[in-house]
């Protein structure tokens, strides 16, 4: 298992906190210091069966100044996700072939 982690957000740390619980092993992947690549984003959104824009963060300052409202493809979505890591809804968690958002933090175990 592999969460997608932000241990200044709470819900992130929830998510975490429910997996320490399930006594399984996990990788911890801190992506706003080690930011998923264009190809990691695409397969993370194929196991999530989401499209790009399903996985931004819009209340971001980030976003509201340079995106809201804006048309861009999921090619382009991607590409802004790689270069504004914040912009990615945490946490995101992995196991297998599937993957959640922790939002809310219980649907963690979903994948149990």
């Known amino acids: 298992m592999k ?25 911890i992947v801190e992506y706003l210091q080690h930011t998923p690549t264009e190809d990691e984003l695409k397969e993370l959104l194929r196991k999530l069966d989401k ?20 048309s861009f493809s999921d090619a382009e979505w991607i590409q802004i996700m790689v270069e504004n890591p914040k912009l990615i809804e945490r946490p995101i968690v992995v196991r297998g072939d599937k993957a959640v958002l922790g939002r809310p933090p219980e649907n963690v175990l979903k994948l149990f």
């Open 51 to 70: 499209k790009p824009k399903e996985i931004i963060r819009k209340g971001e300052a980030i976003f509201k100044e340079k995106y809201q409202g804006k």
């Open 3 to 27: 969460i997608y982690h932000n241990p200044r957000c709470s819900k992130s740390r929830e998510a975490l906190s429910i997996l320490q619980d399930q006594n399984t092993d996990f990788e």
